[in-house]
């Protein structure tokens, strides 16, 4: 499977048109969105990929983390210098961000719904009111309703967006990139249809169905094959090997 080929997966396209949706919403004071859904379909690749398309700032909050070192965690995102007090640090975002606005992304923000941390949410709001940028939420599938807890924040959210399981099609996508080496060197591997339709049965999980098709593109090297059935799927125990690796 080429390493630089970038599948446009539907929760892509979806959390695209999410930021695109804020982005374009200059001038509205509320420019916060929500997206959420279940592991494991592709929500942190979507967002390294949409962060360098937007310009965006892109953070990931850590179960160890204060209102404090989340704003520390943004401003190295940002470059900003991170000495001084919270207070001074925070006025240097908003300043950086007025300079140059650009979307804020949090992701795992389910982290800060719990545990009495939802003084991190709070901080995330106050850099989105001050600086006037977007904000976009992205979590896991609870995070709707445990968010619906905290009115507040909650009724300002102008967009929402529900990531679904991988679709046929984008199965497929994946599928098609199969093979052994690359550019001049790329020999495709062929997934035969009763393969295939065992795919599409069975994976509803993007990280699944790539691990997955790395142990079988290994395996294939290994024994010079090129063209994949169900029978040669079952004899290559790539199954077995996935589970081991995750």
Aim: hydrophobic letters at 40%; glycine letters at 8%.
């Amino acid at each position: 499977m080429s390493k630089r080929a970038f599948v446009k997966t539907k929760n892509y396209t979806a959390m695209f048109e999410l930021l695109s949706t804020l982005v374009d919403m200059e001038g509205n004071p509320e420019r916060i969105g929500l997206g959420y859904g279940n592991p494991g379909v592709g929500k942190t690749t979507a967002l390294e990929r949409l962060t360098k398309e937007f310009d965006g700032v892109l953070v990931r909050v850590l179960e160890s983390w204060t209102p404090a070192s989340a704003m520390t965690a943004v401003a190295e995102a940002l470059g900003v210098h991170t000495k001084g007090s919270t207070a001074e640090v925070v006025q240097r975002i908003i300043e950086s961000l007025i300079e140059n606005p650009r979307p804020l992304i949090v992701d795992e923000i389910d982290r800060a719904l719990v545990g009495g941390k939802i003084g991190i949410l709070e901080s995330f709001r106050d850099l989105h009111d001050q600086a006037q940028v977007p904000l976009l939420l992205v979590g896991m599938g609870q995070c709707d309703a445990r968010l619906q807890r905290h009115r507040h924040f909650y009724d300002r959210i102008v967009k929402k967006t529900y990531f679904t399981d991988t679709p046929k099609d984008d199965i497929d996508q994946f599928i098609n990139l199969c093979g052994i080496g690359e550019g001049d060197r790329f020999e495709p591997i062929v997934i035969k249809e009763d393969l295939r339709t065992y795919l599409h049965g069975k994976f509803k999980s993007i990280r699944a169905i790539k691990v997955l098709l790395k142990q079988l593109e290994l395996w294939c090297e290994t024994n010079g094959i090129y063209e994949v059935d169900m029978k040669t799927y079952k004899l290559s125990n790539v199954e077995k090997k996935r589970h081991e690796s995750i």
